[in-house]
């Protein structure tokens, strides 16, 4: 190593490297791909300007790391030879299911391809509705074409079934190996390794920091100011508090490490201020998991500063003293956070282990991965597929979309088969190797502090089993700089002398490599912004604007996810046109338009059934063009009513089930399209089928139904008893539960409360205890069993999640037993704990206008009209207070303010007939 003062200066290079280091994570984490484009830019510009300073040969791995080195190089030549286009016969022999999937896609293989894809797609479609093959067909079709889409070029295909997702994972792999190869070179150097240990410890200082920060201000938006969707729980910068905890997996035992390391140098009893700027940190970085509220990442961040303590610990005495600590701490600490959100996630996981069962997210992608990998064995899928292959082989009961298989190495597996897992075993296995020999020699503090690099590297690798933090690119690059930090490199001598031609030829490199990655982070900045407006765009219902704005954004990876969305966008344009000036004069270019998109998004994924339900909605649409331009035989019904597009978008859906057989969406779709063409005993058959494959009709899209038909619920029962308990990703207890609410819809109260009662008899948490012991409350009211309901409600009231709901449960029991003081009072609780919901304050305003009381009904219907301020039936009952109550300027007033929101004339009349003098 080198000790120079200059030397050890941070440079051009180590600015631009540490630049995109700590800009990645405060972009979300860098999960969107302009983010990580933007820092890949970085990353090979710092890259570039070391070339050119120095040569590559500078960045060369001495001969000793070969070991490591040629494994991670052949990963990348792998993913890129998944992405050459290959003669059929190579493909099938390499990966027959590849093979399948592209013979079975909109455009197979080269030969006797019509040029008019449409007209394949079509055909392909109405042989599965064989129901209406002795139906005939409406006149005046099949209808008006549409322009024919040429058929694509050479019929080459690769073997990753989605290369451009595969090419966006292999730029990003090699920004990463890169990365590591500059950082372990630099870092090699003592004074500069200072420099950047420094920049990383603010880092992972300030990431907590904020997080506590947020979460003392939260306001439902990250950085106050972006909307997050309900199922998100994020913390700090990350979406997913797992992806905070892997950053502070890396970070604690690093910093335990150094603050072990500085009290050795300079004493406890008179701490430097930079040891006590470490303590704090350490102290930032634990808080923030305990808030953060991840499982695993709790466990592994507090393991891993045990694991530190332990080596530091210099006597078998002094090890036992830090073993006998963390168990005393461990178990104060499962205390003190027992009532926290961190000790209820833990006890759900312990509700799974007493019920002999483990985490349905989890079973999922381990049930589905075993298809994959009989199916992909050799070759994989693709790297960077998996979200586009997993749903043809998710079971029954899943009910989200999987991105990833929340398993790292399983899912190299999966993506690059055998050939992808024995070189990422060779890697894994060289680089500890390599890491573990440089602590040979080492003197006690240094080794120290490489072990808590190390041990930060290996808590990540455990929670890589279980999630994805490797494909979290800000975690990913950080992972990547502490590796380099664990295995610099072994000198930092300069390159030999080079003659001219060799170093123009390695300038011109380097200049082509920054435009090569400039230009993408340059394309990757255009769309992404592109698609933050369009987003905007869309929320305000500018949709025209926001499709111009998604045509900008369909580029690398994201171009398949933004190509669907901007058919599904044009078709809502057109729908809206539809309202505006008629099916018979709307723009039908549109539905071309985005036909020919959906058709795109087949070519970039063949494998996913996504589009195949857009295009059937591209033909609903248009059926409902023709239908509207003919006069149709009202004595017509079913099928022999249905014209050419209706069938087609039936058997579009139905295409789409062939690609993943157990994904409820499209079963609802299908659902929902029959029902639509009033074809309802087949209709019903899909209900059933969607139960089957998912029995929690609140996961369904059937309440957009207005009215719910009688028969669509019992045919959703009858799917779903047929596989009572047969459905693995689907608790039992859900199961009952879900089963008791349908019964409770159709009145079938003794069944509900049956189905109640065998799902108490299951282990279950407090959450779920709560929830059981509510809903049963609800039963017993509509039985009129009074007491007994107040018995069960009085179970739930305790939890924080129900108290609202189960006083104003009580509160119902109260007014049909007479007692409509105290209902006023157990309203009253429900407002004082959920201020903001509208129908507490409606029903306390109610039940005190009942009592008579009108100042109290007015100031709830007025805190209704403040918070809900488009809300009807508030102004309409603020309006009757008022009338109540005596105050005509006031009421006349409300009212003035209802006319101005719009509401029915029949109820304006009416009101009008209370506050106006004279009027009827």
């Not at 999937?101 to 197979?108: D, E, F, M, P, V």
């Not at 609903?620 to 035989?633: A, G, L, M, N, T």
């Not at 019904?637 to 062939?658: F, K, P, Q, S, T």
């Not at 689907?730 to 109260?749: A, C, I, T």
Request: with cysteine; aromatic share 8%.
């Amino acid at each position: 190593m080198t000790h120079g003062s200059r030397s050890s200066r941070l440079a051009l290079e180590d600015g631009l490297l540490l630049a995109a280091v700590c800009f990645l994570p405060w972009v979300f984490g860098g999960a969107d791909q302009w983010a990580y484009r933007l820092a890949s830019s970085l990353v090979w510009s710092g890259i570039a300007v070391t070339a050119w300073k120095h040569g590559w040969r500078y960045l060369r791995p001495e001969r000793g790391a070969l070991a490591w080195f040629v494994p991670a190089v052949l990963l990348a030549v792998w993913a890129a030879i998944q992405t050459v286009p290959m003669p059929p016969s190579v493909v099938a022999a390499l990966s027959p299911e590849a093979d399948r999937i592209y013979r079975q896609s909109l455009n197979g293989y080269p030969g006797p391809v019509p040029p008019d894809r449409i007209a394949q797609l079509e055909a392909e479609a109405l042989e599965r509705v064989p129901e209406a093959a002795d139906s005939g067909l409406p006149e005046i079709l099949p209808p008006e074409n549409l322009a024919p889409f040429p058929a694509s070029g050479p019929g080459w295909r690769s073997l990753s079934v989605s290369p451009s997702n595969t090419l966006e994972r292999l730029f990003w792999y090699v920004t990463l190996l890169g990365a590591f190869l500059l950082a372990r070179r630099r870092m090699s150097d003592d004074g500069r390794m200072r420099s950047y240990r420094m920049v990383l410890f603010a880092l992972f200082a300030a990431l907590p920091l904020f997080g506590l920060l947020q979460s003392l201000t939260w306001n439902g938006r990250m950085y106050w100011t972006w909307r997050v969707t309900s199922k998100a729980s994020p913390f700090g910068p990350y979406v997913n508090p797992n992806h905070f905890a892997g950053a502070m997996e890396l970070a604690v035992p690093w910093l335990v490490a150094y603050a072990w390391i500085l009290s050795r140098r300079d004493g406890w009893r008179r701490p430097t201020p930079r040891l006590l700027a470490v303590l704090a940190a350490v102290l930032i970085c634990l808080a923030g998991v305990v808030v953060g509220a991840s499982r695993l990442g709790s466990v592994l961040v507090f393991g891993s500063a045990v694991a530190v303590a332990l080596l530091a610990a210099r006597t078998l005495r002094a090890r036992l003293a830090v073993a006998g600590s963390a168990v005393a701490l461990g178990a104060v600490a499962a205390v003190v956070l027992a009532n926290t959100n961190l000790g209820e996630r833990f006890q759900s996981l312990f509700v799974y282990a007493q019920g002999m069962r483990v985490d349905p997210t989890r079973l999922a992608v381990w049930t589905g991965a075993r298809g994959i990998l009989n199916d992909f064995w050799l070759t994989g899928s693709g790297i960077g597929t998996f979200q586009h292959v997993f749903p043809r082989y998710i079971p029954a009961g899943a009910n989200q979309k999987w991105v990833t298989a929340h398993n790292d190495y399983l899912e190299v597996c999966l993506d690059g088969g055998v050939i992808a897992g024995v070189l990422l075993l060779a890697l894994i296995l060289a680089f500890w190797v390599a890491a573990l020999r440089r602590l040979r020699g080492m003197d006690s503090l240094h080794r120290l502090g490489r072990c808590g690099i190390l041990i930060g590297l290996a808590a990540l690798s455990v929670h890589a089993l279980a999630e994805f933090n490797h494909q979290m690119h800000a975690n990913a690059l950080l992972y990547v700089m502490l590796a380099a930090a664990a295995v610099p490199a072994v000198n930092s001598r300069r390159a030999r002398h080079r003659g001219r031609g060799v170093r123009i030829a390695g300038h011109a490199v380097a200049l082509a490599v920054v435009a090569l990655f400039a230009y993408r982070g340059v394309e990757g900045s255009i769309a992404g912004l592109a698609k933050a407006r369009a987003g905007e765009f869309e929320h305000l219902d500018q949709f025209e604007n926001a499709a111009t704005q998604l045509e900008r954004a369909a580029v690398g990876a994201d171009a398949f996810r933004v190509l669907r969305r901007l058919a599904n966008l044009r078709i809502e344009i057109w729908a809206e046109q539809v309202d505006g000036v008629g099916a018979g004069r709307a723009d039908t270019e549109l539905l071309e338009r985005a036909r020919l998109e959906l058709i795109r998004c087949i070519d970039l994924a063949p494998s996913s059934g996504q589009p195949w339900t857009s295009l059937s909605r591209v033909y609903d649409r248009w059926e409902q063009h023709i239908e509207s331009k003919v006069s149709r035989d009202d004595a017509l019904a079913g099928w022999d009513r249905l014209g050419y597009n209706g069938r087609v978008a039936i058997g579009m859906v139905r295409r789409a089930i062939g690609y993943a057989p157990n994904w409820y969406s499209y079963y609802d779709r299908l659902a929902l399209t029959l029902m639509f063409y009033e074809i309802d005993d087949v209709a019903l058959l899909a209900v059933a089928d969607s139960a089957r494959v998912l029995p929690l009709f609140h996961e369904h899209r059937y309440d957009e139904i207005k009215d719910i038909p009688i028969e669509l619920v019992d045919a959703f029962i009858q799917g779903s008893e047929s596989v009572l308990g047969q459905v693995p990703l689907v608790p039992l207890v859900n199961h009952h539960m879900d089963l008791s609410r349908l019964h409770r819809r159709r009145g079938f109260y003794d069944l509900a409360a049956q189905d109640l009662e065998r799902a108490m008899a299951l282990p279950g948490d407090k959450l779920m205890s709560a929830q059981l012991h509510f809903l049963m409350g609800l039963v017993r009211l509509d039985q009129g069993r009074f007491g007994d309901a107040r018995d069960e409600l009085a179970l739930s009231i305790d939890h924080p999640v129900f108290r609202a709901q189960t006083h104003e449960v009580l509160a119902r029991v109260a007014e049909r037993s007479g007692d409509l003081e105290q209902a006023y009072e157990l309203l009253s609780e429900s407002r004082v704990v959920d201020p903001s919901n509208l129908s507490y304050s409606l029903r306390f305003a109610e039940v005190a206008l009942r009592l008579e009381r009108h100042p109290q009904a007015i100031e709830s219907l007025r805190w209704a009209v403040m918070k809900h301020p488009g809300a009807t039936q508030a102004h309409i009952r603020l309006v009757e207070a008022y009338h109540g109550a005596g105050e005509s300027t006031r009421a006349r007033a409300a009212l003035e303010r209802l006319e101005r929101l719009g509401a029915p004339e029949h109820i304006l009349e009416r009101l009008r007939g209370l506050v106006e003098p004279g009027a009827e």
